[in-house]
């Protein structure tokens, strides 16, 4: 999903001209996350189904807006428990994550999560202690961490290596005599989110269908009748290049065609997606506040900084964004700009690290005029340490659902 330039453009500047003092901002727009996310669940085959994984961005107008589209959102602690029963109080939890407190999972089934998401053996023996004790019987996942030979290269690997995510594979076997002596639990099916960032479709169809036959061979082998999957997030972006779009089309296609190789009619597949569900809703626009060059470089330094949009250093690249100008200059002094170089911008931050694009060629950038990053709608203002040097939070702006649009669709 790419921003609509044109419509944030506009939002960026009313809202800039409206600010009193040096400006920043976030920009959702939740029209574009309601579209995109509508088109992924349309596309899916029958057996595949979307949770949002809360993490990547779990701002109540978020939620909000996919609570109608999605199957329900997945979580990963008592504090994503308790704001999604705020904001969201009908909608579908499963709980994952690792490092799960005895409070959390006692909240947890309090609340009637449809699934938990089990990290460990050690969580296993916990959860059915407290699931005796409160006197349910709650469905559960067990998460598995195994080597898999479609393992893709990318860089962030939850699994297929020694992580601290999921079950070791060599001890599925004690998992299952334990579960055959407590049922207490009910082990509905297995959860793998072995990586993040994959970019390629067909290497994540091939990832897919690594993990299904996998559980087709445990049920071989285990006497199982597992027929339920959850198939991890882990979908990309290519944050250098936005253009080069993962591509669903193929995607799902191939999963349709998986369906019917695998024989997995009544299956249930779930993937809980984060980044790619929510990354192109959300713009973070920054004002120039100077320009000046050292060593040779030329740097735009810009309100706010990496406190507010950690993803570019969190992911090692060089943000792209644009230039809005802005008009007009009514400073008592001199309007500072850059005309065609090469600009690395940073922000506030007293740390050589506030660097969020490097080298990155304008065709002119003056002092006053705002930039606007894209790609800012997941894992951006939530993994962010709001708080180093006490800047002002950036203002955040929800650009609304078309209601027309709404209407004239239905
Ligand atoms: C267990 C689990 N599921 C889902 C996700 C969402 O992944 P992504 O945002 O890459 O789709 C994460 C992210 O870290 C995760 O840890």
């Known amino acids: 999903m790419l921003p609509n330039w044109p419509k944030i453009s506009r939002a960026a500047a009313a809202a800039k001209a409206a600010a009193t003092s040096p400006w920043c901002a976030y920009l959702y727009d939740l029209e574009a996350l309601r579209r995109h996310a509508g088109g992924l669940v349309a596309s899916l085959p029958p057996e595949f189904e979307l949770f949002y994984a809360a993490k990547a961005n779990s701002d109540a107008p978020i939620l909000r807006t996919l609570a109608p589209i999605v199957a329900g959102f997945e979580i990963a602690s008592s504090g994503e428990l308790a704001w999604l029963r705020e904001h969201c109080p009908q909608a579908p939890l499963i709980f994952g994550g690792p490092g799960k407190t005895d409070e959390e999972l006692v909240a947890a089934l309090d609340a009637g999560v449809e699934r938990i998401h089990v990290e ?45 995510f999921g079950i070791d594979i060599a001890l599925l076997g004690e998992c299952l005599a334990w579960l055959a002596d407590h049922p207490e639990l009910r082990l509905e099916g297995f959860h793998f989110h072995l990586m993040s960032g994959q970019r390629d479709a067909a290497a994540h169809l091939a990832l897919i269908d690594g993990y299904v036959r996998t559980v087709q061979s445990w049920n071989r082998e285990h006497g199982l009748e597992v027929r339920h999957i959850n198939v991890g997030g882990g979908i990309g972006i290519n944050y ?22 695998r024989g997995l009619k009544g299956w249930r597949l779930r993937f809980e997606m984060g980044r790619y569900v929510a990354a192109g809703c959300g713009v973070y626009a920054m004002e120039v506040l100077d320009i000046k060059s050292t060593f040779g470089r030329t740097f735009v330094v810009a309100r706010g900084g990496t406190h507010h949009f950690r993803t570019p250093y ?30 690395t911008v940073v922000g506030q931050l007293c740390t050589p690290k506030d660097v969020l694009a490097t080298e990155a060629p304008v065709d002119r950038v003056r002092v006053g005029d705002v930039l606007l ?38």
Not at 395 to 405: C, H, K, N, Y
Request: glycine share 6%; hydrophobic share 45%.
């Open 120 to 164: 460990s053996l050690g969580e296993l023996e916990r959860l059915g202690v407290l699931a005796r004790r409160i006197g349910v019987r709650p469905a559960i996942l067990l998460r598995m961490n195994l080597p898999l030979t479609e393992m893709p290269d990318v860089p962030l690997a939850m699994g297929g290596r020694a992580t601290p």
């Open 240 to 261: 250098r290049d936005p253009e080069q779009v993962f591509d669903w089309p193929v995607f799902s296609a191939g999963l349709a065609q998986l369906v019917a190789r």
């Open 314 to 343: 969190a992911q090692s690249h060089s943000h792209p964004f644009r230039v809005l100008p802005i008009e007009p200059w009514r400073r008592p002094y001199r309007r500072l700009e850059a005309v065609r170089e090469a600009v």
């Open 373 to 410: 990053f894209p790609l800012a709608g997941a894992y951006a203002w939530h993994i962010s340490h709001h708080d180093f040097l006490r800047h002002p939070h950036p203002e955040t702006i929800f650009l609304p659902i078309d209601e027309a649009v709404n209407v004239a669709a239905e």
